[in-house]
């Protein structure tokens, strides 16, 4: 878990995003020196498996914005998307029997293009959410990669649809709206919401339970191990609770963030957060305190903060209250922790 100052690990984004991006801002744009820009050869073909750095990703696009109107982009990016362009992913969405089969390989297997995104399904009544799940700030590149993820999926879910005609009910951006939404609801063909508490799009179980025009059982099983190995030789991404510890513990400085404020830094609802830590087993008060303590431990190791600094770091307004607390979860007072840390090591 990275705690404090520590450095996460650089996000990775898959280049033929990027690719596909810098392809549909036109002939106005100087596309290789765009390429160039995030470290790709323009020579090269594009290869879902060569991956750029994330926010090199998002200051290309920010970069773009500054030239060209941004608003449509993603939509046009993300409707030029084809299952072909993911390899064996592509194949096996293709090859699942339902669309609902394939999206749960989207869900599944997403951690093969990117390791910044997560995919969701909640089911609610009649319909289902397919959620898209991104931390960090909401600065415009990652907005704009938002839009272009949901525009995708929506995208190749129409390629394998028998009819081409797939509708969702809602599409839902967390992000507010630009100036013109026209674009998105001609694209979507729904309504849009943007300032919403998620980035997801809503699509009623029956169109979900629809049978792919290209299913076939012989070979979604033969592409699923295929791609299950592949997954297996990905490190894999900090679990759920690990990632809740890490923007708790960055945000503590502040005060003791609430459940809705982590909740929209992982890019989810607090309902979506409270149900998945209920199947976790977990709570978000367990998980601040563990955070709390755990940063505490850490920070009394390092003498050069004083005890009134450390309070403040793990959200307590007065030190006396980090007292107590520490003292309740050590059995013993934050001094006296600090002096045994320092006992044990000039021994």
């Known amino acids: 878990m990275s705690l404090g100052g520590n450095v996460s690990p650089m996000g990775m984004v898959t280049s033929l995003f990027v690719r596909k991006m810098i392809a549909a801002t036109g002939p106005g744009m100087d596309q290789l020196a765009l390429l160039r820009s995030v470290g790709l050869d323009p020579d090269a073909s594009a290869d879902v498996k060569t991956m750029i750095v994330d926010t090199a990703y998002y200051e290309m696009l920010e970069r773009i914005a500054k030239t060209v109107d941004v608003t449509e982009l993603p939509l046009r990016t993300g409707g030029s998307m084809r299952c072909d362009d993911y390899g064996a992913l592509g194949l096996a969405f293709k090859s699942a029997l339902t669309l609902q089969g394939s999206y749960a390989r989207v869900a599944r297997y997403a951690r093969l293009w990117t390791s910044v995104v997560e995919y969701e399904f909640e089911p609610t009544g009649e ?16 907005r704009l990669s938002n839009e272009a993820s949901l525009a995708s999926a929506l995208a190749i879910g129409r390629e394998v649809s028998p009819s081409g005609l797939l509708i969702p009910r809602e599409v839902h951006l967390a992000h507010a709206a630009p100036k013109l939404t026209s674009y998105h609801e001609a694209y979507f063909g729904c309504p849009v919401f943007f300032s919403s508490d998620r980035d997801a799009i809503l699509f009623s179980k029956a169109a979900m339970q629809n049978a792919n025009k290209l299913g076939d059982e012989g070979i979604t099983r033969f592409l699923s191990g295929h791609l299950d190995r592949e997954l297996a030789e990905v490190a894999e991404m900090p679990s759920l609770g690990e990632r809740i510890r ?7 400085s502040e005060g003791l963030p609430k459940m809705e404020d982590v909740a929209r830094r992982l890019g989810m609802s607090a ?16 998980l601040t305190e563990a955070t709390r303590r755990e940063l505490a431990e850490g920070l009394l190791q390092d003498e050069r903060h004083s005890l009134a600094e450390i309070a403040f770091l793990t959200g307590f307004a007065e030190q006396s209250s980090f007292n107590r607390a520490f003292k309740r979860w050590a059995g013993e007072t934050p001094a006296l922790y600090r002096k045994q840390l320092t006992a044990n090591a000039s021994a």
């Open 271 to 286: 309902r979506s957060l409270h149900r998945r830590l209920s199947e976790d087993g977990l709570s978000f008060q367990t």
């Open 246 to 252: 890490d923007v708790i513990a960055r945000s503590l």
């Open 127 to 142: 319909d289902t959410w397919f959620h898209l799940l991104r931390t960090g700030p909401r600065r415009l590149g990652m």
